[in-house]
């Protein structure tokens, strides 16, 4: 965990600082040691680079909850370049740091109205109410924030996690269904539906159920969670008294399948496991 | 005939490659002229963002809109598409200035991009002409219809020449295209003095942003979105995949 012995010079520390910026990756704990040991004494030496080395340094430290390090780094960003929306948004980081988050709200209230276009203000926003709990305004935010920019995948997908938290399922179901529009092939999105119409009941929700757990089945044979929930619906279909027969007999005839396919799975991964596999049936099937 | 022309080398050496020389450089001198130059940055209004980002979940409607249930699907079309309250229906978009000269911007913007790349292509054509004018630069490689000895064999009043044989200002037009690959090795992508680029942008809109006319652009979305069909693709998807 101590990157100190891994880098032997300022250099090399730079380059790592670099790497870790172009792949997006927050390891704050290390970037603070390295700039504690390497970069800190040598910031001259960087150059031009040196400016973004500082804001990278600036949100690793207040991650760590090291202040003075931050500040510090704000404050001669903020002398460089005092009219820019990045370091504005710094300032904001740090007022949430102090706990200010009514100014903070403020700060970028203030943001939003200088450049509407810009999507970052909104979302820090929508998740510093989230992260105070207070769901219902996050989630009024984050519409609003949709209404103007439809096609954000990952708002959709927050939204729906929002709507999970507070138990709306019909409209995660919508945000869900959003997420499908835009990436139909990939197996999570379809699990994802499946999950909350499972979870919501009924026959109508559980024959949807089951129609997305078997296309999330064709895109990845080998999502687990996917066949377990085809055969939890299925069962659920087959013993429900309001389903007509013939369509009992397709749901019978799923439910034998989806077992086979657990079976055979565990089967190939623990060696010695019949007994734990029919311990798991008869776990899913009391359920 | 033909074959049996050959070029002074002297040609070689103070014409082919000055030419070359003199195309290249003054290619990253326009990039870098233009990088200086504080150019007006398209700056982008939110309706644009939302226009764009509506028609972007559109065309997601129409092209994935088979995953989802029936009543999602009409639920999402009937946002966009009805009469009353549809997204394509109330909201009313002004038509831009399409007057280019009387909008201030856009000749100020019309101006610098001519500036920029068709003047210097027409100065430094017209002067290599100039100069190195009377004789062959170099031959092309294939043959050529005589419709071309016009064109390409400026000051070399010789009816029976093949026309294969060019003079200099055709191989600095060749040159101008010709660098194009050579200026993104050099200057990394998105560089200022790639010509074609840059007429390739005049000619087709921004992918981005819909600026010209999003009126047309929602008509035309709106018209799609009605005469699409929506089939249930996962009806009967357990079946399926118990049959594979």
């Given at each position: 965990?101590?990157?100190?012995?891994?880098?032997g010079?300022?250099?090399?520390?730079?380059?790592?600082?670099?790497?870790?910026?172009?792949?997006?990756?927050?390891?704050?704990?290390?970037?603070?040691?390295?700039?504690?040991?390497?970069?800190?004494?040598?910031?001259?030496?960087?150059?031009?680079?040196?400016?973004v080395?500082?804001?990278?340094?600036?949100?690793?430290?207040?991650?760590?909850?090291?202040?003075?390090?931050?500040?510090?780094?704000?404050?001669?960003?903020?002398?460089r370049?005092?009219?820019?929306e990045?370091?504005?948004?710094?300032q904001?980081?740090?007022?949430?740091?102090?706990?200010?988050?009514?100014?903070?709200?403020?700060?970028?209230?203030?943001?939003?109205?200088?450049?509407?276009t810009?999507s970052?203000?909104?979302?820090?926003?929508?998740?510093?109410?989230?992260?105070?709990?207070?769901?219902?305004?996050?989630?009024?935010?984050?519409?609003?924030?949709?209404?103007?920019?439809?096609?954000?995948?990952?708002?959709?997908?927050?939204?729906?996690?929002?709507?999970?938290?507070?138990?709306?399922?019909?409209?995660?179901?919508?945000?869900?269904?959003?997420?499908?529009?835009?990436?139909?092939?990939?197996?999570?999105?379809?699990?994802?539906?499946?999950?909350?119409?499972?979870?919501?009941?009924?026959?109508e929700?559980?024959?949807l159920?089951?129609?997305?757990?078997?296309?999330?089945?064709?895109?990845?044979?080998?999502?687990?969670?996917?066949?377990?929930?085809?055969?939890?619906?299925?069962?659920?279909?087959?013993?429900?008294p309001?389903?007509?027969?013939?369509?009992k007999?397709?749901?019978?005839?799923?439910?034998?399948?989806?077992?086979d396919?657990?079976?055979?799975?565990?089967?190939?991964?623990?060696?010695?496991?019949?007994?734990?596999?029919?311990?798991?049936?008869?776990?899913?099937?009391?359920? | 005939?033909?074959?049996?022309?050959?070029?002074?080398?002297?040609?070689?050496?103070?014409?082919?490659?000055?030419?070359?020389?003199?195309?290249?450089?003054?290619?990253?001198?326009?990039?870098?002229?233009?990088?200086?130059?504080?150019?007006?940055?398209?700056?982008?209004?939110l309706?644009q963002?939302?226009?764009?980002?509506?028609?972007?979940?559109?065309?997601?409607?129409?092209?994935?809109?088979k995953?989802?249930?029936?009543?999602?699907?009409?639920?999402?079309?009937?946002?966009?598409?009805?009469?009353?309250?549809?997204?394509?229906?109330?909201?009313k978009r002004?038509?831009?200035?399409?007057?280019?000269?009387?909008?201030?911007?856009?000749?100020?913007?019309?101006?610098?991009?001519?500036?920029?790349?068709?003047?210097?292509?027409?100065?430094?054509?017209?002067?290599?002409?100039?100069?190195?004018?009377?004789?062959?630069?170099?031959?092309?490689?294939?043959?050529?219809?005589?419709?071309f000895?016009?064109?390409?064999?400026?000051?070399?009043?010789l009816?029976?020449?093949?026309?294969?044989w060019?003079?200099?200002?055709?191989?600095?037009?060749?040159?101008?295209?010709?660098?194009?690959?050579?200026?993104t090795?050099?200057l990394?992508?998105?560089?200022?003095?790639d010509?074609s680029?840059?007429?390739?942008?005049?000619?087709?809109?921004?992918?981005?942003?819909?600026?010209?006319?999003?009126?047309?652009?929602f008509?035309?979305?709106?018209?799609?979105?009605?005469?699409?069909?929506?089939?249930?693709?996962?009806?009967?998807?357990?079946?399926?995949?118990?049959?594979?």
């Amino acid at each position: 965990m101590d990157i100190t012995k891994e880098i032997g010079s300022w250099q090399e520390a730079r380059d790592r600082l670099r790497k870790w910026r172009d792949e997006n990756e927050r390891k704050s704990e290390d970037v603070v040691d390295l700039f504690i040991s390497y970069i800190g004494s040598n910031l001259s030496k960087l150059g031009d680079e040196k400016w973004v080395v500082m804001e990278q340094v600036a949100i690793a430290s207040m991650d760590m909850h090291n202040l003075p390090i931050a500040e510090d780094l704000i404050m001669e960003l903020k002398e460089r370049f005092p009219k820019s929306e990045r370091v504005r948004l710094l300032q904001i980081q740090r007022l949430n740091l102090l706990g200010r988050h009514e100014d903070a709200m403020k700060g970028l209230d203030a943001m939003i109205d200088r450049d509407p276009t810009n999507s970052v203000p909104y979302k820090r926003k929508i998740a510093i109410l989230k992260s105070l709990g207070r769901t219902t305004e996050a989630i009024k935010e984050l519409s609003e924030y949709l209404n103007r920019f439809m096609s954000d995948q990952e708002a959709w997908s927050e939204l729906c996690d929002l709507y999970l938290s507070e138990g709306e399922y019909n409209r995660a179901v919508f945000c869900a269904e959003e997420l499908v529009l835009h990436t139909p092939h990939n197996f999570f999105v379809h699990q994802r539906l499946g999950d909350i119409r499972y979870t919501m009941g009924g026959i109508e929700n559980l024959k949807l159920a089951l129609s997305y757990y078997s296309q999330a089945l064709k895109l990845n044979a080998s999502s687990m969670r996917s066949i377990f929930g085809l055969f939890l619906s299925a069962s659920s279909l087959s013993t429900n008294p309001r389903v007509p027969p013939a369509d009992k007999k397709e749901y019978t005839r799923v439910v034998t399948w989806a077992v086979d396919q657990i079976t055979k799975r565990y089967l190939l991964s623990f060696k010695h496991s019949t007994l734990f596999v029919s311990i798991s049936i008869a776990f899913c099937l009391s359920m | 005939m033909a074959e049996d022309l050959v070029l002074d080398p002297d040609i070689r050496g103070w014409v082919f490659v000055p030419i070359i020389i003199i195309t290249f450089l003054v290619g990253i001198v326009r990039h870098y002229v233009s990088v200086l130059m504080p150019s007006s940055e398209k700056k982008v209004e939110l309706l644009q963002i939302q226009d764009s980002q509506a028609m972007i979940r559109a065309r997601a409607l129409r092209e994935n809109g088979k995953y989802l249930p029936e009543q999602s699907f009409l639920m999402r079309r009937h946002f966009f598409n009805d009469e009353d309250t549809g997204y394509f229906k109330t909201q009313k978009r002004q038509a831009p200035a399409q007057n280019p000269i009387t909008d201030p911007t856009m000749v100020t913007e019309m101006l610098k991009g001519n500036v920029t790349n068709v003047l210097p292509m027409i100065v430094i054509g017209g002067w290599i002409n100039w100069t190195f004018s009377g004789f062959l630069c170099s031959k092309v490689p294939f043959p050529l219809t005589l419709r071309f000895k016009p064109m390409l064999q400026r000051g070399i009043e010789l009816q029976t020449l093949d026309a294969s044989w060019v003079s200099s200002a055709s191989w600095y037009f060749l040159n101008v295209f010709g660098l194009r690959s050579i200026y993104t090795l050099v200057l990394g992508e998105n560089n200022a003095a790639d010509q074609s680029r840059v007429m390739q942008d005049q000619m087709s809109g921004a992918a981005m942003s819909m600026p010209q006319d999003p009126k047309a652009a929602f008509k035309a979305e709106w018209e799609a979105l009605e005469v699409a069909n929506h089939t249930w693709v996962l009806k009967n998807a357990s079946s399926h995949l118990i049959n594979l």
